[in-house]
């Protein structure tokens, strides 16, 4: 069975400052990862995702990821938040077979302070 | 080209009645999955398609729920005797096939009175 922790239910930054949203997996075998961002009243977008290519994720909107199977960890970092960043963030894995049904965490609120 | 979309976007619905929420997916994706957002439970995954089959439909929360596909397109997720715990937003995805990106629409939010 797989499953996803995201440690507290909202973050809140200054605008400019770093993003840091933790996640960590438990998963029996070796994992796809991804990070989902949700706007009020919208669906989920895919942010990055983890498919067991380079650890360091890159994806939209300046936020990246790192895989460290160490840590069982897949956290999503920004170096400079933007007022728009004020958001919902998921994080998900599935596993790398024919059905990658998502389980994900409970979300993160994020908040930007002016 | 279109995303996946879903309607009704809201439904309003008595206790005991039975609904039906629809999923067009995007053109050419064969996976499909239906997924529910709820403020206790969180995202949970309910059911996958792969092509009109439902390979898995472990997270079907009871036999009140129920799904269909057809022309490895549209899928419609039926609830019967809609209790208020269904209250919730009900999400569909689809994607090109396992394993690959998965697009979400927009939801549909479902209340029951």
């Known amino acids: 069975a797989q499953s996803v922790t995201q440690l507290g239910s909202h973050v809140s930054v200054s605008e400019g400052a770093l993003v840091l949203l933790r996640c960590n997996y438990s998963s029996s075998v070796p994992p796809y990862l991804f990070w989902y961002v949700q706007y009020p009243n919208q669906g989920l977008q895919l942010l990055l995702k983890y498919t067991s290519a380079a650890t360091l994720v890159k994806g939209i909107n300046g936020f990246e990821a790192e895989f460290k199977k160490s840590e069982t960890s897949f956290h999503l970092t920004k170096p400079s938040a933007h007022m728009s960043d004020a958001a919902e963030y998921f994080c998900a894995v599935s596993d790398p077979g024919a059905n990658s049904k998502l389980t994900f965490g409970k979300g993160i609120t994020l908040s930007v302070r002016p | 080209g279109a995303g996946v979309s879903q309607s009704p976007s809201n439904k309003v619905t008595e206790k005991g009645k039975d609904v039906e929420l629809r999923c067009d997916p995007i053109s050419g994706h064969t996976a499909l999955y239906w997924y529910r957002q709820s403020l206790g439970q969180g995202l949970e995954f309910l059911i996958y398609?792969?092509?009109?089959?439902?390979?898995?439909k472990s997270g079907l929360p009871s036999d009140r729920f129920s799904a269909e596909r057809t022309g490895g397109s549209v899928s419609t997720l039926t609830i019967q005797r809609t209790q208020q715990e269904d209250s919730a937003v009900y999400l569909c995805?689809?994607?090109f096939g396992g394993g690959q990106e998965q697009f979400f629409g927009p939801g549909t939010r479902l209340t029951v009175l």
């Open positions: 995805a689809s994607s």
């Open positions: 398609f792969q092509g009109n089959s439902a390979p898995d």
